[in-house]
Each structure stands twice: as C-alpha cells, then as structure tokens.
C-alpha cells in the first residue's frame, strides 16, 4: 500500500513539474548521520562533505554509496525520497566503498533523531530534468 502511495505521488510530481521531468527509481537501504567528526573525518569539524559542500543542519540533503553513482546519482542531483512526500533532497555526499545501494540522509547534529530512523527500506527517484530549447 506504501509503494502504490508512493507512487501515485511520483506520478503527481511529474505531471506537474516544469520543465519536464523524468524520473529513474530504485529501492534502497537507508540510514541516517550527522555532522560530527566521528561519524565523518575525524580530525575535522564533521561538516565537508565528500566533494567538499559545507554541511549545515537543516539541509535536505543525501549521501549516496558509490554504485549509486553510476546510476546517474551524482553531486547535486535532486531525489525525492519515499516517506518525505514534498521534500526534494540534494546528493552532496558519497559513501565508502564498502557500502552498496544505500543512501545516508542527513540530519544536521541530531544524534537521536539518526538513531531513530535506524535502518530501513525505502524507494528514491532521481529527477532528471530535461532542458528545453536550444542547447548551444
């Protein structure tokens, strides 16, 4: 019942998006992390994200594993994220390589709010905006 939520609302979503959108979904594993070193570089503040974007709380935003990439979720791509139905997350982290089709959402320096959310299942999708016009 979720998925055909979900899904409804993805298909919502891209009917009413300008300009058009497409959309690529996968299931994945999702857990959760903050800004502190010891989640992230020790040594460091906590809040560089891999490809060097300033991590602060508040921000939608997503760390993707590494396989992830090659499927088109790459820095600064929007995904929409089952369960956060009219919030639109931005990848601005990667993953170790040891991890395989996992997202990491970010949740600023609330400790217990990451723990909470634990570890789960959920379906995202890339948007994948079309220009229109002239690309030159």
Same mark, same amino acid.
């Given at each position: 019942m979720k998925k055909a939520i979900f899904f409804t609302f993805i298909l919502f979503v891209s009917c009413e998006a300008e300009p058009h959108v497409d959309l690529k979904c996968f299931k994945v594993s999702? %857990?959760? !992390?903050n800004s502190i070193p010891y989640q992230t570089r020790p040594g460091t503040l906590g809040n560089i994200a891999a490809w060097g974007d300033t991590l602060k709380p508040g921000m939608k935003s997503i760390a993707v594993s590494r396989d992830l990439l090659d *499927?088109?979720? %790459?820095? @600064? *791509?929007?995904v929409l994220i089952e369960g956060f139905q009219g919030d639109t997350f931005l990848v601005l982290?990667?993953? @170790? !390589?040891?991890?395989?089709r996992r997202i990491d959402l970010y949740m600023g320096l609330d400790v217990q709010k990451a723990k909470e959310f634990g570890f789960q299942k959920r379906w995202i999708c890339l948007i994948q905006e079309e220009s229109v016009g002239n690309e030159n």
């Open positions: 999702a %857990t959760a !992390y *499927s088109g979720l %790459t820095k @600064h *791509s929007k982290d990667k993953m @170790h !390589y040891r991890f395989k």
